[in-house]
Each structure stands twice: as C-alpha cells, then as structure tokens.
C-alpha cells in the first residue's frame, strides 16, 4: 500500500503543475480578479482587483506588467507579475525556445546574494516547462522572493518567461494571488 501511495505521490511531482491552460475560452474570472487580454500575444491573465497592467515592446517581443504598485517608467514594481514573450527564439537567441529556456532556468538564483529554494522541469508535448524560486537578498534592498517561469513552445519556438515576484516579508500573502495568476494564465498554443 506504501509503494502504491509513494509512486502515486511521485508520479504527481513529475508532472507539471496545473498551470497554464491552451486555446481554452475564458471563463468567469474568480472573485477578486479581471480577465487582462495580452492582445499582442493572443493570451489573457488574471489582474487582481486594484492592481495595474501595462504593454511595452514590440508585436515579436512584448512584455506585460500586471502589479500591484503602478509601474515606474523601466517597469519597476514592489509587487507583481511580469511576462515577456519571445517569438522566433532561435532567430533571436541562436537557441530554440526549449533550449533557451533550459538555458535561462540554470543560471536563475545563483547570482550574488541569491539563494535557490525550488526548481522544477517538466515537458508535455511540445511545451517545455523550467521554473525557480529563490531569495535575492542584495546588500542594498529589502530581501524579495522570486519565482521564474520558463515556457516553451517547441512547435512555434516561441518562449514565455513570467516571473512573479515581492518582497520576502509580504510573500506569503503575495503568492496566494500570484500563484492563481500563474496557474490560470491563459496561452495561444499556435503562437
């Protein structure tokens, strides 16, 4: 029974979260949240109430803010989520998407002041999933807790780098929106 439940629970940790969905309609965004269309990128994802949204960049490589402070003019926040998307990665990168998200993912956390405490991969289908969470915590500002996710689409090389972030003392009640924000993100497989 042990061994039955241990694989069971195993299986479960190999797979990836339940998060991002695929040319799937919108539905009711749950309370406490709007639908925010990504328009550029044919994607959409849930804004909490009170929170800003800002798009810079161009059509091939935009990048969306959804925050919780307004977003200074480099894009600067406290509090938030932020998406940059990248057509076409090998033209751009000289790496298909997957391989430059790998890429990404094993640097990410590692730098001064920075302590990994989370890293998962997983694959399914054409979509190749890295993520990482670490503190950064350099000598000049407050600690922050970080979350990265690396998304590629291997059929479009097309990669998704959204990274959810806030300061360590208000993580905790940050990531109850972030990690609805991040698991009910809505993408355009064809893109």
């Known amino acids: 029974m042990f061994r039955f439940l ?8 190999t797979l990836p979260a339940a998060a991002q969905r695929y040319n799937v309609p919108l539905g009711p965004a749950p309370a406490g949240f709007n639908w ?15 929170w800003y949204y800002k798009a810079e960049g ?3 490589a935009p990048t969306y803010y959804l925050t919780q402070e307004e977003p200074g003019e480099t894009g600067e926040y406290q509090t938030g989520l932020s998406l940059q998307v990248v ?10 998407a997957p391989e430059y998200a790998e890429l990404l993912m094993m640097r990410t956390g590692f730098g001064h002041g920075q302590q990994q405490l989370e ?3 997983a694959t399914e289908g054409a979509w190749h999933k890295r993520t990482v969470r670490y503190r ?3 000598p000049d500002a407050e600690p922050r807790v970080v979350y990265q996710m690396a998304l590629a689409n291997a059929k479009t090389d097309t ?16 990531w109850k ?13 064809r893109q």
């Not at 925010?36 to 009170?50: F, N, T, Y």
């Not at 057509?87 to 298909?96: E, G, V």
């Not at 929106?177 to 497989?189: C, H, I, K, N």
């Open 58 to 60: 161009e059509k091939s």
């Open 159 to 174: 990669l998704y780098l959204l990274t959810f972030e806030s300061l360590e003392k208000d993580w905790t009640e940050a």
């Open 36 to 50: 925010q269309p990504l328009p550029q990128s044919k994607a959409a994802a849930l804004l909490p109430a009170g």
């Open 136 to 138: 950064d915590a350099p």
């Open 6 to 13: 241990f694989a069971v629970v195993a299986v479960l940790l």
């Open 87 to 96: 057509r076409k990665a090998k033209a751009k990168t000289r790496h298909a």
């Open 177 to 189: 929106l972030g990690e609805v924000m991040v698991r009910e993100l809505v993408l355009d497989a």
């Open 119 to 121: 890293k998962t991969a």
